[in-house]
């Protein structure tokens, strides 16, 4: 394998381990995948005005337009999710909750985690199925990208 594959290799592995990161809702570990993401893309725009060679140049120029893609598929996604479950789904506890608050009643810690923990109960069904119509596509999205990518990358062949 050479040095040219390596990089391309790298990148992707970079970008790969970011998008997995991001989806892993613990504490720092979605930030180090941002982090993660965002190293990746950024060498992915150097390395492609370095590029004296086309491979190089194509695998770079695939990663980008596959994260700038993923990104505009999953805002859509978010978009569909939220208006999924803000159309069909039980938002009273929420609406109760701000009633309170404009009458000066300030909710307390307790009182949010409360609402919260009605609200996903009441709406368990939706948001599980706005989840698979609207976020799914993200992953299945990226990973189709970039298992093409990193198969051509480790053949020595350009992206498709």
Request: net charge neutral.
């Amino acid at each position: 394998m050479s040095d040219i594959q390596k990089t391309i290799l790298t990148v992707y592995a970079l970008i790969f381990a970011g998008s997995l990161l991001m989806m892993v809702p613990v504490g720092v570990i979605p930030f180090a995948g941002m982090s993660c993401l965002i190293v990746g893309l950024i060498s992915a725009y150097i390395y492609r005005n370095r590029a004296d060679d086309d491979l190089m140049n194509g695998h770079m120029s695939y990663v980008i337009r596959t994260i700038w893609w993923s990104s505009l598929v999953l805002l859509v996604g978010v978009l569909l999710f939220c208006s999924i479950v803000g159309a069909n789904g039980d938002l009273s506890m929420i609406h109760d909750l701000m009633e309170q608050a404009e009458i000066g009643l300030i909710p307390t810690e307790t009182d949010v985690r409360l609402m919260q923990h009605q609200f996903l109960n009441a709406n368990t069904k939706i948001i599980g199925l706005a989840a698979l119509f609207g976020l799914l596509p993200y992953p299945l999205y990226l990973i189709y990208r970039l298992v093409g990518g990193i198969r051509k990358a480790i053949k020595g062949d350009p992206p498709a």
